[in-house]
């Protein structure tokens, strides 16, 4: 008998969000390269999750157009994650997204559970436009919410005619948003972003949650020099041919 | 009265270790003065720093008490600090360890509060009352056994300002508002009370898991205070590795004239527990089962076979949960016989 004996001792968790714009501008490679990606993405982060002693990795995902939906009320192991096929149609009503995203970051009905535990979420935006919506006052709720606070936030834009500006806002900082051009660049950015994401965000260590946040955007951002149409909004690569705009 | 101090990890904090040795002294220092002076106040039911002290008769007055004793605490400690700074300049090992902007900080400060950062939480019991206050995170939980269950509480209120790995400290510059206290002097004490460092609810969280750890811990001293004690230092570390890492404090109230009869209430407790679990976990498989076969004949779409998977799933996880409920049964059975064998030697 002793304090070990029939007690497991449970990993602490970590949520990765993911946000996707599924408006009607995504329609056809982008939205069809945003499924394959993450379908793609998940088995790895479910074994970074069973190769991590110290973390649970769950993984959540809300799709927003003119409506916002969450393909599971619960986030799921990302190993268990079965992905459903997100269709693009409607507007981008970013704004409501943040205000459902505000109330899944709770414990109270939400997906969150006790911060004594957890490791702070991160959450990966993925947009090609600017928002319809009040996404102002959306974002204004989000940002008292202290795992947003908290939270790694990387925003992807997907070609130019993504508002950087709001995804500047969304994640705190342009260091924090990968421009892509092309769906190669799109796919495996999603891959680096969310593996990068997970890695460091369940690591256990005494960084604190900005320090996190910024050893993600310096891996990502010396990642994404090495894939060919995409960078970093806040150092764009030099102009050349895999900077313009190639989807179909 | 027990009283845990946790030093702040981080660089920045390079003598909070220091910080919080002196920060208990201080402490109990203060509270020993605090009753001496009678700083109680009769008839009051359990309140908290969250109540109106307008409409609760008496918490004006334990209010002032309080905070005049958290005040006494905090200029003790600045003073103490302050002295510690002074005396012990800048060690060989500070000057190539530590950053050099910290211990520029520590140099520079008018006051060095920031080196020696910790949190603190205190319980306090006379004969006519109790009392309990917090300054950060860790957590403080009171056990009372209501017809032979326990009954965990946390009565001092959280700060939600203490989250994941920000807390509030004592070397705050607005550390006296941020202390927190519960008080109740209607002689309702509880049974046994604990307080652990944030390493201990960072591994466990802060409900039914660590609940569950203080459990066994009376179950340990029922077996004597020598043992259990020894079954903390070598747990604690393990429980440290395997967990979230961090440094583990713990303290402990208990009545050692009640320690085997409430160990043998506690088992009692967790049998039926978990037979109810499985009774659960029983009729969850019942249905799962059920659904499982009737939507394997009906899968038409998308969303239908996804549902199914994850009915399959649950199933997997229900069984396994099920397997290890029967598991912990026997430990729970063997574990009461032992503590009743124990309950008849002592009587």
């Known amino acids: 008998m002793g304090l070990l004996d029939n007690e497991s001792i449970p990993r602490r968790q970590m949520t990765l969000f993911f946000l996707i714009d599924k408006s009607g501008s995504m329609d056809g490679s982008k939205i069809g390269s945003v499924n394959d990606a993450i379908e793609n993405v998940l088995p790895i982060i479910g074994e970074i999750s069973d190769e991590n002693p110290d973390a649970e990795i769950r993984v959540a995902a809300l799709e927003f157009s003119t409506d916002t939906r969450w393909l599971y009320d619960e986030p799921k192991e990302g190993k268990d994650f079965i992905w459903q096929k997100v269709t693009a149609e409607g507007m981008t009503s970013l704004g409501e997204a943040c205000r459902e995203l505000n109330k899944k970051l709770s414990r109270s009905n939400g997906f969150m559970s006790s911060p004594s535990g957890c490791y702070a979420p991160a959450i990966i935006l993925l947009s090609d436009g600017g928002p319809t919506d009040d996404f102002e006052s959306g974002l204004a709720v989000l940002k008292n919410n202290s795992w947003f606070k908290s939270a790694i936030k990387i925003a992807i834009a997907i070609g130019d005619d993504a508002d950087m500006e709001v995804l500047k806002q969304f994640t705190g900082s342009l260091e924090a948003v990968i421009k892509v051009h092309n769906i190669d660049a799109l796919k495996k950015m999603i891959r680096i972003i969310a593996v990068t994401s997970s890695q460091i965000g369940s690591k256990s260590s005494s960084a604190t949650d900005e320090s996190k946040q910024k050893q993600v955007e310096e891996q990502i951002t010396e990642a994404a020099k090495d894939v060919a149409g995409a960078e970093s909004a806040a150092a764009p690569a030099p102009s050349k041919q895999d900077n313009y705009d190639e989807w179909d | ?347």
């Open chain 2, 1 to 347: 009265m027990a009283i845990v101090s946790d030093g702040h990890g981080g660089e920045r904090y390079f003598r909070s270790d220091v910080g919080s040795k002196l920060l208990v002294e201080i402490t109990a220092e203060a509270i020993r003065q605090f009753m001496k002076l009678g700083g109680g106040y009769g008839g009051m039911r359990l309140t908290t720093s969250n109540d109106d002290p307008e409409s609760v008769p008496g918490l004006g007055v334990v209010d002032h008490k309080l905070r005049w004793l958290f005040s006494s605490i905090i200029a003790q400690w600045n003073e103490a600090i302050e002295r510690h700074a002074e005396e012990n300049p800048l060690s060989e090992w500070e000057l190539t360890h530590v950053d050099e902007k910290y211990w520029n900080e520590f140099l520079s400060a008018k006051s060095p509060e920031k080196t020696y950062g910790c949190t603190l939480m205190a319980f306090f019991r006379t004969s006519t009352y109790w009392a309990a206050f917090q300054i950060g995170d860790g957590k403080l939980l009171t056990l009372n056994m209501v017809d032979g269950e326990p009954v965990f509480a946390q009565p001092v209120p959280w700060d939600d300002k203490c989250f994941l790995n920000k807390t509030t400290s004592i070397c705050d510059s607005k550390a006296l508002d941020e202390f927190r206290y519960c008080y109740c002097s209607d002689k309702s004490f509880p049974t046994a009370v604990f307080l652990g460092s944030d390493g201990l609810d960072d591994t466990y969280g802060d409900g039914e898991l660590l609940e569950n750890f203080y459990m066994n811990v009376m179950l340990e001293i029922a077996k004597g205070k020598d043992k259990a004690m020894k079954a903390l230092v070598s747990d604690l570390t393990e429980i440290s590795k395997r967990g979230s890492k961090d440094d583990m404090s713990v303290a402990i109230i208990y009545d050692p004239s009640v320690a085997v009869d409430i160990a043998v209430q506690l088992l009692s407790y967790q049998m039926t527990r978990n037979i109810k679990r499985r009774e659960s976990l029983d009729s969850k498989i019942a249905d799962l089962e059920a659904l499982i076969e009737k939507a394997g004949s009906e899968i038409g779409s998308e969303s239908q076979r996804i549902e199914l998977e994850y009915k399959k799933k649950d199933l997997v996880k229900a069984k396994e949960a099920f397997a290890n409920l029967q598991l912990q049964w026997q430990r729970l059975r063997g574990k009461k016989g032992f503590y009743q064998r124990l309950a008849n030697t002592q009587k």
